[in-house]
């Protein structure tokens, strides 16, 4: 496939009041790093809250992406304007993203959520890996172990 012929699937947001859509697109690896590079504070959070729950409840905050993705919106809104952001490929803007209506955002969510991980199984795959490489990460800074 070259680079020419490749289609990255995209849905869009209708935004009350502009005839404008917003576009989105599945995040890439890549935009993962980039979220978790501007906040570290924050994934250090995230992770320390997966970390630290009993295997079972691990299981079950792995298998739930709503309960993060709200755990995100309640308690780190810059990050999901950054999420959006990055989705809409406008990461410069990003500050116009943390106004947007709730109904909006979460639509946007929505369809972010679903381009990029498709079925929520392989969500809770990915997540699992990322909290393993998280830990991996945070063992090799000398911070404490996984």
Same mark, same amino acid.
């Given at each position: 496939?070259?680079? +020419?012929?490749?289609?990255?699937?995209?849905? &869009?947001? #209708?935004?009350?009041? !502009?005839? @404008?859509?917003?576009?989105? +697109?599945?995040?890439?690896?890549?935009? *993962?790093?980039?979220?978790?590079?501007?906040?570290?504070?924050? /994934?250090?959070?995230? *992770?320390? #809250?997966?970390?630290?729950? !009993?295997?079972?409840? $691990? %299981? $079950?905050?792995?298998? &739930?992406?709503? %309960?993060?993705?709200?755990?995100?919106?309640?308690?780190f809104p810059l990050v999901l304007a950054d999420f959006i952001?990055? /989705?809409? %490929?406008?990461?410069?803007?990003?500050?116009?993203?943390?106004?947007?209506?709730?109904?909006?955002?979460?639509?946007?969510?929505?369809?972010?959520? +679903?381009?990029? *991980?498709?079925? @929520?199984?392989? /969500? #809770?795959?990915?997540?699992?890996?990322?909290?393993?490489l998280m830990g991996v990460v945070n063992l090799k800074l000398?911070?404490g172990s996984p």
């Open positions: 496939m070259s680079k +020419r012929t490749l289609v990255v699937p995209t849905d &869009s947001i #209708k935004l009350q009041g !502009s005839e @404008e859509a917003l576009v989105v +697109r599945g995040l890439s690896v890549n935009d *993962f790093k980039t979220l978790i590079n501007m906040h570290r504070d924050i /994934a250090a959070t995230i *992770f320390e #809250k997966i970390t630290s729950a !009993s295997t079972a409840d $691990q %299981d $079950q905050v792995l298998a &739930s992406v709503d %309960d993060l993705v709200l755990m995100v919106i309640d308690e952001a990055l /989705a809409a %490929d406008q990461l410069e803007d990003a500050d116009v993203f943390v106004n947007l209506p709730v109904g909006a955002q979460f639509e946007a969510i929505s369809k972010i959520c +679903r381009l990029t *991980f498709g079925e @929520e199984d392989s /969500a #809770k795959k990915l997540l699992a890996t990322v909290t393993k000398g911070n």
